[in-house]
């Protein structure tokens, strides 16, 4: 079972203060219960990860998740289906591996250098398809992904800023603290201009989870070593698995899987406390979410190093 079937049947670990306990419960409080299609969002769980990204303060909390209702309703991230967003994937360019890190956490390897499209929407709800299918595979005790981006083959014309904002909204406004790590692989030189004109717009807890790997750099591998099972990770990134993309293997998987998408977005029986509160629609008029948090975090830079 997945960590989100766990979230979605109240089987996650109580593992909150009494203080945070009390935060959650606010928050859930000031949804009121949600329509059964939004209901994974009051999880414990759920809640906890908008709290956390808003260094638990309810108020910011509470609009982050807020202005995320509004995203789902239009949006509609349960409903993209393989076959709406294949043709994104014929090159390999995002895909979730079938292996994990030691931790079990899903894997999603991006290759910007096999860019196949120009459509930033059609990139995007990719992106967003293949997050979703990453935490639909997670195990119970796990609620993040990591991000493995190799550079190979990537120049200046795979460089696009837009892109590069829309991918880190998705990310930190929609999903928060579902990243572990971001692993930059042998990104060359050309690229430090670009990260310096993306790094304000990460957030702090963001920008702390990109590490730059490089592989002729013993220091640097290893955090490979350290993170992943070297027989199964993929030799582009030092490891001595050779399998290679097959773009049908992987819509045979993503299928299979789009099979198990509507079952967690069913609510099941609802629970006592859920009968306590009046159905409610989401308050989804406040504006688009502040990446601000309560007090400023010290940074650590991430640096491209020289060739």
């Not at 209901?39 to 709290?51: I, Q």
């Not at 042998?186 to 990109?210: A, I, S």
Request: with cysteine.
């Amino acid at each position: 079972m997945s960590s989100v079937m766990y979230e979605a049947f109240g089987s996650e670990e109580n593992s909150f203060s009494e203080e945070q306990r009390a935060k959650i419960n606010e928050v859930r409080a000031s949804l009121g219960k949600l329509p059964d299609k939004l209901f994974l969002y009051s999880s414990d769980a759920s809640l906890a990860r908008y709290l956390t990204a808003r260094n638990w303060n309810v108020k910011k909390a509470t609009k982050m998740l807020n202005d995320t209702l509004k995203w789902w309703l239009e949006y509609k991230p349960e409903e993209i289906r393989w076959d709406e967003v294949a043709h994104e994937a014929e090159t390999g360019k995002i895909y979730r591996s079938s292996y994990s890190d030691k931790d079990g956490r899903s894997i999603l390897v991006m290759r910007p250098g096999c860019q196949n499209t120009k459509s930033t929407k059609g990139q995007i709800r990719y992106l967003v398809y293949c997050m979703e299918n990453a935490i639909l595979n997670l195990p119970p005790d796990q609620e993040q992904m990591v991000w493995l981006i190799d550079f190979q083959e990537f120049n200046l014309s795979n460089i696009s800023l837009k892109v590069t904002k829309e991918t880190a909204d998705v990310l930190q406004n929609h999903h928060p603290e579902r990243l572990a790590l971001a692993i930059l692989y042998n990104p060359p030189k050309f690229f430090e201009p670009f990260w310096m004109m993306l790094k304000p717009f990460l957030e702090p807890k963001t920008y702390r989870k990109v590490k730059f790997v490089y592989s002729d750099d013993d220091g640097t591998k290893k955090i490979m070593e350290d993170l992943f099972n070297v027989d199964e990770l993929d030799c582009a990134f030092g490891g001595n698995n050779q399998v290679s993309f097959n773009i049908d293997d992987y819509a045979a998987r993503m299928r299979e899987d789009d099979k198990q998408m509507p079952l967690l977005w069913k609510r099941p029986n609802s629970s006592a406390s859920d009968k306590q509160l009046p159905a409610t629609t989401p308050d989804v008029s406040l504006g688009k979410s502040s990446s601000d948090s309560d007090e400023p975090e010290k940074e650590i830079d991430g640096q491209v190093r020289n060739n």
